[in-house]
């Protein structure tokens, strides 16, 4: 029996969880860290490498660019769907370690190809397509980490995961544009590319994108090889798993991740080049990391208040607040032959990101306490041993629709900023793909209220 496999985990016995749970658990959360931050830093790295894609020779159009940034959205939702139900079958120390391995193929793959113009678009179009596997790894990483942690303290732990690994979105945002402007690793890293933009030009690595994650990713892989654990009650076949699509309440939170994540990684993903084409006189790049890191942040604050108020509160008016802020962004874009005003678009979308990330992390919140819910209702009266196997399997069962719902929610990756390529093709502005967003936000309001949050709801969470 392998010495990284748990036999005996119950973090709901505070004896067990003071003397053993805790220090095992956190080990595990702060390895799964910034293995998810790197994941979510491959991910998004082409919403940055596009903007720079014209100025050193590649022949692209706008909706082309549009289509390398959304890419990685659509793969990586898929990927999730499956990556979701891994931890049970492959055991989320082994796991973590594959995944965050995988990241190496589209880091090295891109920073070879950006250094040739004469690279095929399809062959870009591969590339966008396999950053999805650190799309992937978010599905798997929450699933890990929800077996952890006892239910009082999941929207912690999940909050602390998934909004410090948020950042990563944030962070290739920020350093990309720094290490491009280097030759950091010399003869290894290749020749340097001609920029040129309104008669200025410059020398840039832009091949430093891709390269500048691969000896944190190696790094990464062997910390968690020799530093995580797999649980044996985690244990559990696909079949097993798959009772979550007879749930209904699986495929409402995945309705509500749609608009909370969803949102927030499409608009991460769509706001540099959002950014270009409504206000050409922006540089979007020293701008468009502040959004995804407001919005990382506030999902760690936002798990916190969830533990402390409940998750469905916070979700309903989270959703207001997006309603809201939406409405503000097409008021201050611009219309009609008017500028716009940048500063009120700007500070608009950073409201909304805050709202974005509050509402992953009172969403997830919600997930674990619905299925810890129901399974306790179903086995209440038929003594100890059916309540505790209520217990297994409903952690069982949250895992399995955290996964999943992330992977219906990351879809936003590629809708959102396709939506805005096609709402100005089709109309000459994204005003039209904005109140899509708005009506969609009113229909999760209304599910949260009714389901959730109103008094007597079905399931109070």
């Avoid at 509500?256 to 540089?283: C, E, H, R, W």
């Avoid at 509402?359 to 819910?373: C, K, Y």
Wanted: net charge positive.
């Amino acid at each position: 029996m392998s010495k990284y496999m748990i036999q005996h985990w119950e973090p709901e016995l505070p004896a067990f969880w003071t003397s053993k749970g805790k220090p095992t658990a956190n080990r595990n959360l702060w390895i799964s860290i910034p293995a998810l931050l790197l994941a979510f830093a491959v991910w998004m790295v082409w919403s940055v490498v596009v903007v720079n894609l014209p100025n050193i020779g590649f022949q692209y159009s706008t909706n082309q660019l549009f289509w390398l940034t959304a890419l990685p959205g659509l793969s990586g939702a898929t990927l999730r769907i499956f990556y979701s139900f891994m931890v049970p079958v492959f055991g989320g120390r082994k796991w973590t370690t594959i995944s965050t391995a995988s990241l190496l193929i589209p880091a090295i793959g891109i920073g070879f190809a950006v250094q040739d113009p004469a690279t095929s678009y399809p062959t870009m179009l591969i590339l966008a397509l396999l950053c999805g596997f650190g799309g992937g790894n978010f599905a798997s990483s929450m699933a890990n980490i929800s077996f952890f942690f006892p239910k009082a303290q999941k929207g912690y732990a999940l909050g602390m995961n998934a909004g410090l690994g948020n950042l990563g979105v944030s962070v290739v945002q920020f350093v990309v544009p720094l290490v491009i402007t280097a030759g950091m690793f010399g003869a290894l890293g290749g020749e340097p590319q001609n920029w040129m933009k309104a008669g200025e030009a410059k020398a840039m690595w832009l091949q430093n994108a891709g390269f500048i994650w691969v000896p944190f990713i190696l790094l990464t892989t062997f910390a968690a090889w020799f530093g995580m654990n797999d649980l044996k009650s985690a244990s559990a076949s696909f079949s097993e798993q798959a009772v979550i699509f007879k749930r209904k309440h699986n495929w409402l939170m995945c309705w509500l991740y749609i608009g909370t994540f969803g949102s927030f990684i499409g608009f991460s993903a769509g706001f540099p080049m959002l950014i270009k084409s409504q206000f050409p006189d922006v540089n979007p790049l020293q701008y468009a990391f502040l959004g995804p890191l407001v919005g990382a942040l506030a999902r760690v604050a936002g798990g916190w208040v969830s533990d402390k108020l409940g998750g469905a509160v916070v979700t309903f008016w989270t959703f207001v607040v997006m309603v809201a802020a939406a409405a503000g962004v097409i008021f201050f874009l611009p219309s009609q032959g008017q500028a716009g005003g940048f500063v009120g678009f700007f500070w608009m979308f950073m409201l909304l990101f805050a709202a974005t990330g509050v509402g992953n992390a009172s969403t997830f919140r919600m997930i674990p306490v619905i299925f810890l819910t129901e399974r306790q209702r179903a086995a209440a009266g038929r003594g100890r041993a059916a309540e505790a196997q209520a217990v297994v399997e409903a952690n069982k069962e949250a895992a399995a629709v955290l996964g999943f719902t992330s992977a219906v929610g990351a879809y936003g990756a590629f809708f959102i900023p396709k939506s805005y390529g096609t709402s100005i093709a089709m109309t000459g502005g994204p005003e039209a793909a904005l109140l899509c967003f708005i009506g969609f936000y009113v229909t999760c309001i209304a599910i949260t209220w009714w389901f959730y949050s109103r008094k007597g709801a079905e399931m109070p969470c």
